[in-house]
């Protein structure tokens, strides 16, 4: 079933290729309908057919999906003619053309997305995921009281901000975008909090001495650097022995996963402002920003839970424990049930973990 799914998505993959200049609007709704799709849950989706095994409701969907490029065949496009500026724009990789180096362009796509948050609701909803995510680990965040912590890959710093809360003695973010560090300096100078102190660095060379952490907290970040192990020895290094951390990393594997090494190759055609204001006219919530940082970044690693575990000892962690926190949004939540398919689906799930040195 997993081939002759994969097979029909190739299929939309094609016919997307072909109508992006025509009908951009319509390839960003439907990608986001087949991307939102693929997760074990959605609260904005009401699963009429919860019965059905997912592979063969992603199958039907997916026949929807090319239906309606058929059908949209018989509207009128205003971007048929390439000779006005959208379309010349449309009509150009803009990455291509780009002198941006992957780093520079990493931040440029993610200081699109942390410009659309509020302040305010930025920073709860990240206090929120950091004890939803660590108390199943059996870490409390009280524990971080009087410690040296570190946010490394912070963006706009909003996981920093929520560390700093914690009555840690210093939060240090350390990030390569300029201006989103500038923009976690703002908030967190509103927030009255003085324990933070951020930094204009690559995670890849941090610039701290060995052992200077308490605790280091890494979310979602060395999946798009040119060198994740090269992220992790630095995690390592900078931890002080005894202490721990806590990473999220891309995993492998399932319909998942290939689909999102898939989508960008027709997503990366359509310039991201764009893509953000249909998305936005469709009444997407901002903080789903999942729908276009896949779609756009110029680097995302996918990694086995083998290659990973093995990669963790061999760098020394003592001990390390993967994190499953019981959210039916969550990959490892699902595939640590019975729920039918899950490896198909979902392969490896996520990497969530807490390390040990």
């Not at 016919?15 to 939102?36: C, F, T």
């Not at 909003?158 to 809360?165: C, D, G, K, P």
């Not at 891309?250 to 402002?273: C, H, N």
């Amino acid at each position: 079933m997993l081939d002759e799914v994969i097979k029909k998505f190739d299929k939309f993959i094609e016919i997307a290729e072909q109508e992006v200049n025509s009908r951009p609007w319509l390839v960003v709704i439907l990608m986001h309908e087949y991307y939102r799709s693929i997760y074990p849950a959605d609260p904005y989706i009401p699963y009429e057919d919860k019965g059905s095994l997912p592979l063969e409701r992603i199958s039907h969907l997916l026949d929807q999906y090319i239906q309606m490029f058929h059908l949209s065949r018989h509207i009128g496009s205003y971007f048929q003619n390439l000779n006005d500026s959208f379309g010349k724009l449309l009509s150009k990789n803009i990455f291509l053309e780009d002198d941006r180096t992957d780093e520079e362009e990493t931040q440029r796509v993610y200081g699109l997305l942390w410009d659309k948050f509020d302040a305010n609701e930025y920073v709860k909803e990240a206090r929120n995921i950091l004890q939803t995510r660590l108390k199943f680990s059996g870490f409390h965040l009280t524990s971080l009281k009087g410690k040296t912590v570190l946010d490394l890959g912070c963006g706009s710093g909003r996981f920093t901000i929520a560390l700093a809360s914690t009555g840690a003695t210093k939060v240090h973010g350390v990030d390569l975008g300029k201006k989103s560090i500038e923009a976690g300096a703002k908030i967190a100078e509103k927030a009255g909090l003085e324990n933070i102190e951020f930094r204009v660095s690559s995670v890849l060379e941090v610039p701290f001495d060995d052992n200077y952490f308490d605790f280091v907290f890494c979310n979602g970040v060395l999946h798009h650097t040119v060198d994740m192990e090269k992220g992790l020895n630095e995690l390592y290094r900078v931890l002080v022995p005894g202490c721990e951390a806590f990473i999220y990393l891309y995993a492998d594997g399932g319909l998942f996963w290939y689909s999102r090494k898939k989508m960008p190759e027709v997503m990366k055609t359509i310039p991201q402002k764009y893509t953000m204001a249909v998305l936005d006219l469709i009444g997407v919530p901002d903080s789903r920003f999942i729908f276009s940082d896949n779609w756009y970044v110029p680097i995302e690693r996918h990694t086995t839970k083998e290659y990973l575990e093995n990669y963790l000892k061999k760098i020394g962690f003592s001990s390390f424990k993967k994190i499953v926190s019981g959210r039916d949004t969550d990959f490892d939540s699902v595939l640590a049930s019975g729920f039918p398919e899950k490896k198909e689906m979902w392969g490896d799930g996520e990497h969530r973990y807490l390390l040990k040195k």
